[in-house]
């Protein structure tokens, strides 16, 4: 959608819950009212009154996840640490096997049979509705994250400044940037494509080319999204949050210390920010207020 509203000009971010421990790396949800949690303790959803885990009860993934993703309620992949990863079908967890024990950082799918993952030391794997088969890249490069447009337009970032792309056959280099590395990709379409990562850094694709775009920091930034293309955000080290406005990037006023490592929300009046130390920030469409607190993972 090229069409959302903007947000507004200026934010202030206030601690929604911070808890000391339990890292956050990723939060996402199939639904407006549906928000999920990933990180050092798991999976758990926010039920719109409070956040899970209450005292006593178990998550329904009790396992390190870096990140999750998918489709729809019953649609939905979790990955993780030595090679970990879950699909949930709307009633429970199944485990799958991408490849071996390494750490996997992040999931995008098209569909049930169209799944991508990328991690460490081997790249892409692809699952088709029935088997995992890895991709073959044009350099063996660490990868953190993939977003696509759709099955035969999909990237791929990661050290050295790669960049790939997969156009429904193979993969390709798209470009291998200056940044040491690039953290997160996330785009609308495949003329209008965001990457992220050390330095401050942020790249544009218009379809044709990358182009570095004027920073307002110089923070690691671990994570890219938006919910148009004139209202995208970036978050990162020390609690750094940045806008994009459709013209120009700025900070946002952020009370976080620790680094933010996912952004997500379903409208402009109901956006989250993860990091680590359990830290949530949350903003309701008036101001970042907190109003409850959660167990620590």
């Known amino acids: 959608d090229a069409t959302g509203p ?23 949800g199939p639904g407006p009212s549906e928000v999920l949690l990933a ?19 178990e998550l329904p993934l009790p396992v390190p996840i870096k990140a999750i993703g998918g489709t729809a309620p019953d649609d939905i992949w979790a990955v993780g640490e030595n090679g970990r990863a879950y699909h949930f079908d709307g009633s429970e967890w199944v485990r799958h096997f991408p490849r071996g024990s390494s750490t996997l950082r992040d999931v995008w799918s098209n569909s ?28 063996n490069r660490y990868l953190y994250s993939v977003w696509g447009s759709g099955p035969t337009d999909v990237f791929a970032v990661g050290d050295e400044g790669t960049i790939v792309h997969f156009d429904g056959v193979s993969w390709e280099i798209s470009a291998e940037v200056e940044a040491l590395s690039l953290y ?18 942020i790249y544009h694709f218009d379809g044709v080319s ?38 120009s990037w700025s900070s946002q006023t952020s009370p976080a210390r620790e680094s933010l490592l996912s952004v997500w929300g379903p409208s402009v009046s109901d956006l989250y920010a993860v990091g680590n130390r359990g830290t949530i920030l949350r903003f309701d469409g008036v101001d970042w207020r907190q109003t409850h607190t959660a167990n620590s993972w």
């Open 184 to 201: 997160s990709v996330w785009g609308f379409s495949s003329t209008d494509v965001f990457a992220v990562g050390t330095s401050g850094s």
């Open 112 to 139: 049930m049979s169209d799944v991508f993952v990328v991690g460490r030391f081997w790249g892409v794997a692809r699952f088709d509705g029935a088997t995992w088969s890895e991709q073959s890249l044009p350099e």
């Open 210 to 247: 990358w182009t570095l775009q004027p920073s307002p920091t110089e923070a690691a930034l671990f994570h890219v999204w938006g919910l148009s293309p004139s209202d995208v955000y970036a978050v990162g080290s020390s609690g750094t949050i940045l806008h994009y406005d459709g013209l």
């Open 6 to 28: 903007s947000a507004p000009s200026s934010l202030e971010w206030i601690v929604e819950y911070g808890a000391v421990g339990g890292d956050l790396w990723d939060v996402w």
């Open 39 to 57: 990180g050092a303790g798991g999976v758990g959803p926010f039920d719109g009154a409070a956040w899970w885990p209450e005292e006593g009860v």
